[in-house]
Structures are given as structure tokens and as C-alpha cells.
């Protein structure tokens, strides 16, 4: 299997995700390392609780993508929004690649109301992590996936535990509805988003 590592950095309160294939976005000394075994996650729906649980919508941001244009989660209100983060350094992120490359190939042929999928890179210096490298990483594998950069990590420290990959859907609103820690697959992405899209009608 794949390491899986927490740097113990503080991430969103929910919702909680099954840990499995990951790698440490940022060094701790109290992190312990964790194992998962050759299997990847399937994304976790948030809980509806109940009508006392207060949803907040899933925080916004802003950063820039392969041609320095600034892109904003809130720019897509209105559609699924997969964002998946990952770094160049980090095998499980290498590892399911291809199949979010696959998904925004078939989404992209949807038009404007189809699934949108921003890959945010963690590009703030650990373990080398760089734009530049991450350019050159996706130029050479041919990925043409959006991907968005955070260079001081703090999206990062919003949306994952210190752990990397990690996956989150949002729904239409703007509410997170599912997330996962570690690899997950294309299908289990797309059939997270297919219930979202017939619960809207399209």
C-alpha cells in the first residue's frame, strides 16, 4: 500500500473524510505516520443532521491558474465544483491523475452547465513544490485539467487535514457534499456527481 501521513496542520471541521493514500502536505513533529492499504477512498457524503446542524457554504478563494488569470471558487456558483489538491511530489496524487483527466474531458464536452474540476496545486515550497515545477510536471504528462496554484498554502490549510490527495464535491449552492482523503476514482467522483446533477434536474 501507500503511506499515508497527517501533519497534524488544522482543516476544516467538516466534514470528515476516510483517511487512505496520502502523503503529509507540510512537515510536524508530532505527526505520526499512518499506512492504507492498495485500495482507494470513496468520497463521504456530508450528513444532513439535524435541523438545529447549521451547513455553511464552502469558503471561497481566489488564485491563479496556468496563465496567471485569477479564478474564483464563487465563479462557478451554480454548478458542480469538483476540487481536487495535490502536489508534484506526491505519488497517490500522480496515481489518480489520469482519471481526473478523463472526467474533465467528458465534462468539459457539457458546456457552461456541466461539472467544472479545479486541481489545486500546492505550490508554497514544500519538498520543492513550485509553480514552475508543477508546469513542467503537467506539460510533460500532457494534463489539461485546470489547475490553480496556491503559493502560501492557505487554501490548502482550509480545505485538507495536512494530507494530500484529498477530493471535495460542491454542490450547485455552493454547500460541500462530499470529500475524500487519499486516492479516489474517477467513478466514485462521477457518480457523486451524477446524483447531484439529477437532484438539480439536469
Known amino acids: 500500500g501507500l503511506s499515508a501521513c497527517a501533519s497534524g496542520d488544522q482543516g476544516p471541521a467538516e ?12 512537515p510536524s513533529p508530532t505527526a505520526q505516520a499512518e499506512t492504507a492499504e492498495d485500495k482507494t477512498a470513496e468520497p463521504e457524503t456530508t450528513e444532513s443532521g439535524t435541523e438545529e446542524e447549521e451547513v455553511s457554504p464552502a469558503p471561497d478563494f481566489t488564485l491563479t491558474d496556468r496563465e496567471g488569470a485569477e479564478v474564483s471558487l464563487s465563479d ?7 476540487l481536487n489538491f495535490w ?11 489520469p482519471d481526473f483527466q478523463a472526467l474533465y474531458e467528458s465534462w468539459s464536452s457539457q458546456g457552461e452547465t456541466g461539472p ?3 486541481a489545486i496545486n500546492l505550490a508554497d515550497g514544500y519538498r520543492g513544490g513550485t509553480v514552475d515545477q508543477a508546469k513542467a510536471f503537467l506539460q ?7 489547475v490553480l496554484f496556491d503559493e502560501t498554502g492557505s487554501v490548502a490549510g482550509i480545505y485538507t487535514n495536512g494530507s494530500i490527495p484529498v477530493t471535495h464535491i460542491i454542490d450547485q449552492e ?5 470529500s475524500g482523503v487519499g486516492m479516489v476514482s474517477g467513478q466514485a467522483v462521477q457518480d457523486m456527481v451524477d446524483e447531484l446533477m439529477a437532484e438539480d434536474g439536469q
Do not use: D, H, I, Q
Open 15 to 26: 466534514p470528515e473524510a476516510s483517511p487512505s493514500a496520502a502523503e503529509e502536505t507540510s
Open 76 to 82: 462557478y456558483r451554480g454548478r458542480v465544483v469538483v
Open 87 to 97: 502536489a508534484s511530489w506526491c505519488p497517490p496524487c500522480k496515481e489518480e491523475m
Open 116 to 118: 467544472v474540476l479545479l
Open 140 to 146: 510533460e504528462e500532457g494534463y489539461s485539467f485546470p
Open 174 to 178: 455552493g454547500y460541500l457534499y462530499a
